[in-house]
């Protein structure tokens, strides 16, 4: 009885840590609840309540997509684009490979962020340049892990 309990409670455990390791992990899907961007001297959101985001994450590459909520019937505010490629992640540095993405003068680009994950928040900083765009700033996302 005393070994069956000792098992028990061992299967807890483990279950447990490996519960809180994914809790933890940025790897998952997660839908983008608020963005922020910073040129020059100003900061300014540029989340649109109109369109869905999501980020897909697995262990070696990420996906993005975003489309605006009135199926593209309303060409006045249509919206749709979508990206991808391979990431890596030292402790906090996550950094994007964007090797796909539906505007082609972004792709190929290196992207550097720091990131957190908070319960089921992801929030992640850092700067987009793309020079032959003419673009340099800074983004602070905030995503919420999709159940």
Same mark, same amino acid.
């Given at each position: #009885?005393?070994?069956?309990?000792? *098992?028990l409670v061992?299967i807890?455990?483990?279950? %447990?840590?490996?519960?809180?390791k994914? &809790? !933890?992990? *940025?790897e998952?899907t997660?839908?983008?609840?608020s %963005?922020?961007?910073?040129?020059k001297? +100003?900061?300014? +959101?540029?989340?649109?309540a109109?369109?869905? #985001?999501?980020?897909i ?12 909520? /009135? !199926?593209?019937?309303? +060409? %006045?505010?249509? =919206? ?5 490629? /391979? $990431?890596?992640?030292?402790? +906090? *540095? $996550?950094?994007e490979?964007?090797? $796909?993405?539906? !505007?082609?003068?972004?792709? !190929?680009?290196k992207?550097?962020? =720091?990131v957190?994950? &908070?319960?089921?928040?992801?929030? &992640?900083?850092?700067?987009? /340049? =793309?020079e032959?765009?003419?673009?340099n700033?800074?983004?602070t996302e905030? $995503?919420?892990?999709e159940?």
């Amino acid at each position: #009885m005393k070994k069956a309990i000792s *098992i028990l409670v061992l299967i807890i455990m483990i279950t %447990a840590c490996n519960s809180e390791k994914k &809790q !933890n992990s *940025i790897e998952g899907t997660w839908r983008l609840i608020s %963005a922020e961007t910073t040129e020059k001297d +100003s900061t300014f +959101s540029t989340f649109n309540a109109n369109t869905k #985001m999501i980020k897909i994450i697995n262990d070696s590459h990420f996906a993005f997509l975003n489309h605006d909520l /009135k !199926n593209g019937k309303d +060409s %006045a505010t249509a =919206v749709y684009f979508a990206g991808g490629g /391979k $990431y890596t992640l030292k402790d +906090s *540095i $996550y950094t994007e490979n964007l090797e $796909y993405f539906n !505007n082609r003068d972004w792709e !190929n680009g290196k992207f550097e962020f =720091v990131v957190k994950v &908070q319960n089921d928040t992801l929030i &992640q900083k850092g700067v987009e /340049k =793309v020079e032959k765009l003419g673009i340099n700033r800074i983004i602070t996302e905030k $995503y919420i892990r999709e159940k």
